[in-house]
């Protein structure tokens, strides 16, 4: 069975540093793995996905995440951190198999960017 | 960017009554939609997966009775939370994936907030 871990319930940094949000997984097989992010009383908006290729993965907001097999990690990064960055971070992995295989979510962190 | 939309963003009942929840993927079709339960500062819980004209599948424990899911074409699913109760209060959140492939990324709805008095 496929799971993910987000070992931080809350992540507090000073704007304009660098974030990281953390996310380790466990599949079997190769995973492909999502961040997501969550506004107060809204839906999840997509951020990045890895598939396959280059470990490092660009998204939305100048957000990236780095995929480490031997580590089965993918921590969510922005080098500087926004006020508006502000809210609700899920990691999620989706198992290696055709199909309606759903996505499955880590249990979220909070992430707080102080002025 | 794939948009998809829910209908109403927020709705107050009476206990026992039925309530209709829209999800529509509006420029995409999608074959696949989720339907998510939230509850505050918690994770999303997978409650059902749709397949476009065919029956969902429940994950275990939910009811399949009372939370009904139509998926009637490619751009609707409907969740039809039935005879609610106050427990049944949270926020309810779709998803819809175009495709079947393995890279398919899912896109969610805003959500809709459902209090049932």
């Known amino acids: 069975a496929q799971s993910v871990a987000q070992p931080e319930d809350q992540v507090n940094v000073a704007e304009g540093n660098p974030l990281t949000v953390k996310c380790t997984y466990s599949v079997s097989g190769n995973p492909y793995l999502f961040w997501y992010v969550q506004y107060p009383n809204r839906g999840l908006q997509f951020l990045l996905k890895?598939?396959?290729?280059?470990?490092l993965v660009k998204g939305s907001y100048g957000f990236e995440a780095e995929f480490n097999k031997s580590q089965t990690s993918f921590h969510l990064k922005k080098p500087s951190a926004l006020v508006s960055d502000s809210a609700l971070y899920f990691c999620?992995?989706?198992?290696?198999?055709?199909?309606?295989?759903?996505?499955?979510f880590g249990k979220g962190t909070r992430l707080s960017v102080i002025a | 960017g794939a948009v998809v939309s829910q209908h109403p963003s927020w709705v107050i009942c009476k206990s026992g009554t039925s309530v209709k929840i829209e999800c529509r993927s509006l420029?995409?079709?999608?074959?696949?939609m989720f339907w998510y339960r939230q509850f505050p500062k918690q994770s999303l819980m997978l409650m059902a997966t749709?397949?476009?004209?065919?029956?969902?599948?429940?994950e275990q424990g939910v009811e399949k009775d009372k939370f009904l899911i139509n998926h009637a074409s490619l751009t609707l699913s409907t969740l039809t939370v039935t005879s609610a109760h106050p427990e049944d209060s949270s926020f309810y959140i779709c998803s819809a994936r175009a495709g079947s492939g393995r890279a398919d990324t899912q896109y969610f709805g805003p959500g809709t907030r459902l209090t049932v008095l």
């Open positions: 890895y598939i396959t290729g280059d470990n």
């Open positions: 749709s397949n476009e004209g065919s029956k969902a599948t429940y």
């Open positions: 999620a992995v989706r198992v290696p198999s055709w199909g309606n295989t759903p996505l499955v």
């Open positions: 420029d995409f079709q999608a074959t696949t």
